[in-house]
Structure formats: structure tokens, C-alpha cells
């Protein structure tokens, strides 16, 4: 039999930023490489269960040629004499919604539709998955990212896939929204085989998100200072960027030091005065707490971390952390 990426999606659209997306999470290896299809110029369209992967490039050039989302759907299915085996969501760039779920996918199979979204999956471990899937995307605040990873996360916290869990992807189109502006990838991210693959998913992101994506420069910076520089530069050290004797003051040997770890990870996507501000801002969010794909052991795969987690990785984990918190509050250009 051929094996069916069966799995929970979410397809959607921001207007505001002229963006179209899919995030999809499934017990199947490498989800990602088969269910998303996403063009700035057409659309995003999500195939799954028996997936028929000619439905991604087929149905985006249908969208590029005019037809509505509810065409595309109708158009793919009719030539398609597997049909009954096959679930499909798409997103038009026009803002049009649609999808299908045949009669022979297996149960719990269905899918929902919203402003700017639809929402599909099939062997749930209930119908509640994407009655929270859709609560999820319409109630969280921030960018399509953010509202993507949530309805992904209520989708698994409220069943999810009956047989479990193991990749997950997010793929979102805008205009240059590329490296460089040379493409309309905005965000291309997976997690190919994962204990948590949502949870990695977000922390894969987040670093994306850092790296690649821009903000809009703040009003205003704030300074690291008292505790929190003292914090900071203690974590700097112990990563190997800073010699001097942790104090509460962030000074030039402090700065310079900055300036090392940011060019390590290629943080050069912000200038060190808006980096030191994220931290000063995002440090208490995450300091003593836990961050994205941990559990209250430190660890993502709830181990206690004394064999596999070093200090140098938990320190730089709470650093990426505390600067994603802090960009949080800038706009994605």
C-alpha cells in the first residue's frame, strides 16, 4: 500500500502582509517535502491523505490563471479517479477558501473553513482537533507565523494524529519576501523526524525568524543594566564570547563581546543596539523559565539533560529565546 501522509494542516492568508502559507504536522517522515505548495503570486494549497503531490503545481497554476479557490478544488478532484482517497485545502491569493475531504479518507477525517483559512486532517484522534485548530488561528495575536504554530498547537494539545507525531513544516509566500528579496520564500522551515515536531518546529523558527526575517526599528532601545547585565554577561562567558568579570554594567569589553555572538550565529539582520534591547527586554521571559520545544526538565526530550544538554547549548538556547521575545514587539516588514 502507499503510504499515506495522513496528518492535520492549516492553510491560510494575511492580507495585511500580502502572505499565503501551510503548516502541516504528521506521523510520516519529511512531511514537509509532500503536503505544502505555496506561491506569493497564486496561492497556498495543502495535499494530504494519499496525497496527490500534482495537485500542488496543478492547482497553484490553475489560481494563477484566474480560477477561485472552490474552481481549483472542483477542477483537481473531478480528473482525479482517486479522488474519495484524497483531502485538499486551498487558499487562494485572491482570498478565496476551499477544500475537500473524500468519502473514503480515513476517520476522523474533515476540515473547517474561516476568514482567510482552512483547516483539514485526517486519522484524528478526534473532531475536537480542528474545532481548536480553527479557534486557535481566529483568537492568537501576532503575524501569520505565530497564528500558523498556534493552531498546529491546539490542533496535537486537543488529539491531533491518532497515530501520533513526527515532522512538521511551515511554508509561507510574499512578495520578495525571500533572501534578499530574490524570491517570495518568506518562511521555509521543517522538522523532518522529531520526537515533538511542532515544538521543534517553533524553535527552528524562531531562529529563522532572528536570522533571516526583518523588523521595523524601534522608537526607542533600552540599555542592558543591574541584574540582567550581569545575567548576560555571565551566559556570554560561560559560551566562550566574554573574559571579563560579570558586573551590572555593560560596558565596551561587554559590547564587543555582543557583537562576537551575534556575528557566530549571523544575527547581522539587527544592529547590536536593537539586539541589546531585545535582550534587555526579552531576558526575564525566559530566564529560569523554559522556552520553545522544553519541558519543565530543560531538555526536549524530557531527560533531565545530564548527559545530553550542556550549559553552553541551555545559555545560548535562553539568549536566542530572550532576543525573539524581545523583537516580538517590532513588526515583521
Known amino acids: 500500500m502507499t503510504p499515506r501522509p495522513s496528518t492535520f494542516s492549516i492553510v491560510a492568508r494575511d492580507p495585511e502582509q500580502d502572505a499565503v502559507g501551510v503548516a502541516v504536522q504528521s506521523k510520516f517522515v519529511s512531511v514537509g517535502s509532500v503536503v505544502p505548495f505555496v506561491s506569493a503570486d497564486a496561492g497556498a494549497i495543502a495535499t494530504q491523505s494519499f496525497a496527490n503531490v500534482t495537485y500542488g503545481p496543478d492547482g497553484l497554476d490553475l489560481l494563477r490563471e484566474g480560477h477561485s479557490a ?5 477542477e483537481l478532484t473531478d480528473a482525479d479517479d482517486e479522488a474519495p482517497s484524497r483531502q485538499v485545502g486551498v487558499v487562494g491569493a485572491d482570498g478565496s477558501i ?39 488561528f481566529e483568537t492568537t495575536d501576532g503575524g501569520l507565523p505565530e497564528r500558523l504554530l498556534a493552531a498546529l498547537h491546539a490542533g496535537n494539545d486537543a488529539g491531533g494524529d491518532k497515530r501520533g507525531e513526527q515532522s512538521a513544516a511551515m511554508y509561507i509566500a510574499k512578495p520578495e519576501g525571500g533572501y534578499d528579496g530574490g524570491n517570495d520564500r518568506w518562511v521555509d522551515v521543517r522538522v523532518d523526524d522529531h520526537d515533538h515536531p511542532i515544538a521543534e518546529l517553533e524553535r527552528v523558527f524562531k531562529l529563522y525568524d532572528i536570522t533571516l526575517l526583518e523588523r521595523e526599528a524601534p522608537a526607542e532601545t533600552m540599555s542592558l543594566s543591574g541584574e540582567t547585565a550581569e545575567a548576560v554577561l555571565e551566559t556570554l562567558s560561560v559560551l566562550g ?72 547549548l541551555d545559555g545560548e538556547t535562553k539568549l536566542i529565546e530572550a532576543i525573539w521575545q524581545g523583537l516580538s514587539r517590532l513588526d515583521r516588514k
Open 98 to 136: 476551499a477544500a475537500f475531504t473524500g468519502d473514503e479518507c480515513f476517520d476522523v477525517a474533515g476540515d473547517i473553513q474561516g476568514d482567510h483559512y482552512t483547516v483539514q486532517g485526517n486519522i484524528l484522534e478526534n473532531e475536537a482537533t480542528l474545532d481548536a485548530m480553527a479557534e486557535a
Open 241 to 312: 564570547f566574554y573574559d571579563g568579570t560579570p558586573s551590572g554594567e555593560f560596558d565596551d569589553e561587554a559590547v564587543e563581546a555582543l557583537e562576537s555572538f551575534r556575528g557566530m550565529n549571523n544575527f547581522e539582520n539587527h544592529s547590536l543596539a536593537v539586539l541589546e534591547d531585545a535582550i534587555a527586554r526579552g531576558w526575564d521571559d525566559v530566564a529560569g523559565g523554559e522556552t520553545a520545544g522544553e519541558d519543565e526538565s530543560g531538555c526536549e526530550d524530557g531527560t533531565t539533560g545530564a548527559d545530553d544538554a550542556t550549559d553552553e
Open 70 to 74: 472552490e474552481e481549483v478544488v472542483s
